[in-house]
């Protein structure tokens, strides 16, 4: 392009100086010489930014499709957690649900009661979303509704999952160390111990909460979003 637009402007100067042409003629060969130099470069950008353009939508199409596999392995994730968490509630349930004369049977026979004690929350995947905003390429979204259900989801959506995973974790390990603290009881004493019961029942309080957040508040805008993606890849 650069030779291009040097021969053209070789020519304007070469008709500028040829004392062959009337004055009407070199400034006619001359916007004509101009006129080209101008299609040219006009060309030559347009060109450029049809291939950017190009090359950015197919980036969007490949991070949009890597995006939609990390949602639905997120759901997977969701529904696995919320799994977990329902089976800690049910030990605790089953806890609570003990008679008295099932604790006294229990204390007799020094029999053992299951308590379950597992730390819930696992990292979603973030990793193509992080790396396609960190190298300032959101803006190659065309659809601005999409984008910004995108941001929201990765931003406000799944961020909660940590937080309340981090509730249940703590007041796990506290509850945990209240169980230590008590060793020298027996499981009749500590299960039929009335503090020790109601903080059974809060942490059950708290997974049922979480369960909530999991698959009523944040499974469902995955869920959304997968739709919406597919949308645009459709298009």
């Known amino acids: 392009m650069q030779d291009e637009i040097l021969k053209h402007t070789k020519k304007i100067y ?3 100086k040829d004392k062959k042409h009337t004055f009407k003629e070199k ?6 010489e101009i006129l080209i130099i101008v299609f040219a470069v006009s060309l030559s950008i347009w060109l450029h930014s049809w291939s950017e353009h190009n090359h950015q939508q197919k980036e969007v199409s490949v991070f949009l499709g890597n995006l939609k596999n990390d949602l639905q392995n997120d759901i997977k994730l969701m529904n696995e957690v919320k799994g977990e968490y329902q ?9 609570l649900a003990l008679t008295s004369r099932q604790l006294d049977s229990i204390g007799k026979s020094n029999a053992k009661v299951f308590f379950p004690v597992n730390a819930q929350g696992r990292k979603l995947n973030d990793a193509n979303y992080e790396s396609f905003k960190s190298s300032g390429k959101m803006g190659y979204i065309e659809d601005e509704k999409l984008k910004q259900k995108i941001l929201t989801y990765y931003q406000q959506y799944a961020p909660t999952l940590h937080e309340v995973d981090e509730v249940y974790n703590d007041y796990l390990f506290k509850f945990f160390d209240k169980r230590i ?11 039929s111990d009335p503090k020790f019961k109601a903080a ?3 942490i059950v309080k708290i997974g049922d909460n979480n369960i909530r957040v999991y698959d009523k508040n944040v499974k469902p805008q995955a869920v959304k979003l997968i739709k919406e993606i597919e949308k645009e890849m459709d298009k």
């Open 14 to 16: 070469k008709t500028a």
């Open 27 to 32: 400034i006619v060969e001359i916007i004509i």
């Open 87 to 95: 089976k800690m509630n049910l030990g605790y349930e089953k806890i």
């Open 181 to 191: 603290e008590n060793a020298d009881k027996s499981e009749a004493q500590l299960y």
């Open 200 to 202: 059974i029942s809060f």
